[in-house]
């Protein structure tokens, strides 16, 4: 029996082999030139979905009605009160319609049915997180010293239509992120999900109508990257993006966004360092460094990488992590007992597979893994092992470059060598682990650690009161926190001569 037969979750009608059509103006219609895409089980190869595939004319209108849906005022201008009812109400839905999204993920892109369930809490949380904002903006009143009576006060103002453009990873966490809090700004958006897995997408949109939210305001248009994501990003009449994905894709969008100059906000790739020190609770450290590169499969933009381990526990410790990475299941996420799915797609299996050749090839050490798995049911998805390379040297491409597969690679450290321009010697700051039992070691590290997330003694924890993003080619702004928000306000100055 599956966990999702055991739990009686009933599979969606977005997964039924059907037609999924587009949300355009608060209607679910076909592309303007017909097309579809297939969406398919990685696990399985099955057929969930023939999706409607967007292009620059159904960007064109989806555009155009979230301009119409911005300009009225019909969510920027209601009053917050009744965009909090709205954005409660679809809380709401989320939390009890929460295991057929967490299925529909698990079928649309692999990941396990326990993680994606697991993300329940994280779900409704950011849900009800952006619904409670929507009550708490403000602008402030400011004294100035020009001479004369002068009031001043500002204005914080929606910024208007938002493109927001999602990867396949973590596809509903993705989606209520981005939307909630461009939602809770008062703005109005264009959603392009990720091709690889859009039928959540589709889901929460005819969610957020269920719960109240005007026609117009939120419009999902499915489609390829470099078709429907590139219209998007160069649109004139979009005021600004918001991505997350990989840095080249988010330099193509800033590229893009020139035109208009519309703002951008980007919460892009990395290499995060973690780092293990010979004090530390290694019961601890030991699971925490595995999953922190091998959950989700490894594809987690934070995800802990670059292993450094102090040379005197070096052998042991990386074993120690191999030897998890060994016992982990790897099967169907319908599975309960199944602990990590395949990787998402072909372009995924062979950019992993491709990397365990690189790392080989730079004369690094397969401790466990480096192989695509094929036994059985196995051979009918993109399958990999959690795969421990040791040995690694800081220059090589396993080292440096952004695998997003379950690749750790294992470096060892010396108390003699400048371990923080080490971990800091990368293009990426997105996240850092940092494993000891010295509490000043531990904060003189959090503060010369150039990256948007520090986890000391644990590693890729996430709440939405917390922020999230980048340093250097991690990208820009903060998804998560109450500042959230503010990346979708315009602040406007007033002033008023009273004497
Ligand atoms: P991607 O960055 O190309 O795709 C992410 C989103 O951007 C998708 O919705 C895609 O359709 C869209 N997109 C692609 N090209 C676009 C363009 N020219 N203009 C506007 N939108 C565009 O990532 P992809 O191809 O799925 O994966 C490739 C690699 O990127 C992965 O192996 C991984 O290393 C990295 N990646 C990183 C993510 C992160 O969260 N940091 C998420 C997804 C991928
Ligand atoms: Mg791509």
Redesign the pocket.
Same mark, same amino acid.
């Given at each position: 029996m599956t966990m999702q037969e055991r739990l009686s979750i009933p599979t969606s009608s977005y997964a039924d082999g059907g037609v999924k059509r587009m949300l355009i103006d608060g209607q679910f219609i076909e592309a303007v030139a017909g097309a579809t895409f297939e969406s398919r089980n990685p696990a399985t190869g099955a057929l969930l979905a023939h999706v409607a595939e967007g292009d620059g004319t159904d960007i064109d209108r989806a555009v155009a009605s979230a301009r119409r849906a911005f300009d009225d005022g019909r969510w920027s201008r209601m009053k917050p009160f009744d965009r909090q009812t709205i954005l409660s109400r679809f809380a709401d839905l989320v939390e009890s319609r929460h295991e057929e999204i967490a299925c529909l993920d698990t079928l649309d892109m692999g990941s396990p049915l326990v993680r994606t369930l697991g993300n329940r809490r994280r779900a409704v949380g950011m849900a009800r997180f952006y619904a409670g904002l929507t009550t708490a903006l403000r602008g402030e009143t400011i004294d100035n010293s020009i001479p004369g009576e002068f009031f001043t006060y500002t204005l914080h103002e929606p910024v208007g239509v938002v493109g927001a453009?999602?990867?396949?990873?973590?596809p509903h966490i993705a989606f209520i992120w981005k939307v909630g809090a461009a939602l809770s700004a008062g703005c109005t958006v264009v959603l392009?999900?990720?091709?690889?897995a859009s039928l959540t997408a589709l889901l929460l949109g005819e969610m957020l109508l269920e719960a109240g939210l005007p026609a117009g305001v939120v419009n999902v248009v499915p489609?390829?990257?470099?078709v429907?994501?590139?219209a998007?990003?160069q649109h004139p009449d979009v005021d600004q993006i918001a991505?997350?994905?990989?840095?080249?894709?988010?330099q193509?969008?800033l590229r893009?966004s020139a035109g208009n100059l519309k703002k951008v906000t980007l919460?892009? !790739?990395?290499k995060s360092p973690n780092i293990v020190f010979s004090d530390a609770d290694l019961e601890r450290a030991v699971p925490g460094a595995a999953m922190a590169a091998f959950v989700n499969s490894g594809?987690?933009?934070s995800a802990g990488t670059r292993l450094f381990v102090d040379r005197s526990i070096y052998e042991e410790f990386v074993e120690r992590v191999a030897e998890f990475g060994r016992s982990l299941l790897i099967g169907n996420g319908l599975d309960e007992e199944t602990q990590l799915g395949p990787v998402?797609?072909q372009?995924?299996l062979d950019?992993v597979t491709g990397y365990f050749t690189i790392g080989r090839d730079e004369g690094a050490t397969v401790l466990s893994g480096g192989v695509r798995l094929v036994e059985g049911e196995l051979a009918q998805g993109y399958f990999v092992a959690p795969t421990v390379f040791s040995n690694v040297r800081d220059e090589m491409r396993v080292a440096r470059d952004?695998?997003? !597969?379950p690749v750790i690679s294992a470096i060892p450290f010396d108390g003699s060598d400048d371990l923080i321009a080490r971990a800091n010697a990368t293009t990426f700051g997105?996240g850092a682990g940092l494993w000891t039992r010295d509490i000043g070691r531990a904060h003189t590290f959090a503060r010369a650690i150039r990256s948007g997330s520090v986890w000391i003694n644990c590693y890729n924890q996430m709440d939405p009161a917390v922020p999230f993003g980048g340093y250097k080619m991690?990208g820009y702004g903060r998804e998560g926190g109450v500042r959230h928000v503010e990346e979708f306000l315009n602040i406007k100055s007033v002033w008023i001569r009273t004497d």
């Open positions: 453009i999602i990867p396949w990873n973590n392009k999900p990720a091709e690889e489609g390829r990257g470099e429907a994501g590139a998007l990003a991505f997350t994905g990989s840095t080249a894709t988010g193509a969008i893009a919460e892009l !790739g990395g594809q987690v933009c998402v797609s372009a995924q950019r952004e695998i997003f !597969g997105l991690s």
